[in-house]
């Protein structure tokens, strides 16, 4: 089956420092999976951030990066420099096949010090 | 345009007890998906549909999760007889699986149940 590991459970940074949340995963699927970072801000619902479906692509938004590197089979999500206002959950998650079901890793707390 | 919308939105329960989640779906999205996400873990599939069919149920413990969509839109999951793992937040979400390149989901706000 498909997993996705998140080694960091929790990760405090001060505002305008950079930020990389780790992101690992496998499939035993034939074709490269599509890959997606979900955030959960404080009190609302899980959203997407960014998504890349292409191997070798970068996804970007809000300020956040991401490059799906099939080598690696890596996933990393990256900021230069974060605000108080990036404090939330984020989840690395991939789909195997268009419109299946998303395999999610289990999140990574930020925690952005003013 | 309206978003996934759930209720109730908490739950709690004694062990035994049944409770029922109720999802509406994205207007037009065919496709409906439940994950059970544990506290401090991820979203865990259960089970997902695309229009009133089951397209993979593997991950529902089937002796006491039930879940149905009958006519393609609205979906209710059920669990029967709780038990203190079943504590977590229920999620639906929602996607369109044509046109477009991926199929994002949207999800809902969840349903946070615990069992006493």
């Known amino acids: 089956g498909d997993s996705v590991t998140q080694t960091e459970g929790q990760v405090t940074v001060s505002e305008s420092k950079s930020l990389i949340i780790n992101c690992t995963y496998s499939t035993t699927s034939i074709a490269y999976p599509n890959l997606f970072w979900y955030v959960r801000y404080p009190g609302e619902g899980l959203q997407l951030l960014l998504k890349v479906i292409t191997a070798g692509q970068k996804g970007s938004s809000r300020g956040f990066e991401a490059t799906y590197n099939k080598e690696t089979t890596s996933f990393h999500l990256q900021k230069a420099s974060v605000q108080e206002s990036d404090s939330a959950v984020y989840y690395c998650?991939?789909?195997?096949?268009?419109?299946?079901?998303?395999?999610f890793g289990s999140g990574t707390k930020v925690i952005v010090l003013p | 345009e309206a978003g996934v919308t759930q209720s109730p939105r908490y739950a709690v329960l004694q062990e035994g007890q049944a409770v029922s989640f109720w999802c509406d779906p994205i207007?037009?999205?065919?496709?409906l998906y439940w994950y059970q996400q544990p506290r401090d873990q991820g979203p865990q599939l259960l089970v997902y549909f695309r229009d009133e069919a089951v397209i993979d149920n593997s991950q529902l413990p089937s002796d006491r999760f039930s879940a149905v969509r009958p006519k393609g839109t609205n979906s209710t999951l059920k669990i029967q007889s709780a038990k203190q793992g079943d504590t977590a937040t229920y999620l639906c979400?929602?996607?369109?699986?044509?046109?477009?390149?991926?199929?994002?989901?949207?999800f809902g706000p969840g349903t946070r149940l615990t069992v006493l």
């Open positions: 998650a991939l789909a195997s096949g268009f419109a299946s079901a998303l395999t």
């Open positions: 979400a929602s996607s369109l699986s044509w046109g477009g390149n991926y199929a994002e989901q949207f």
């Open positions: 207007s037009g999205h065919d496709t």
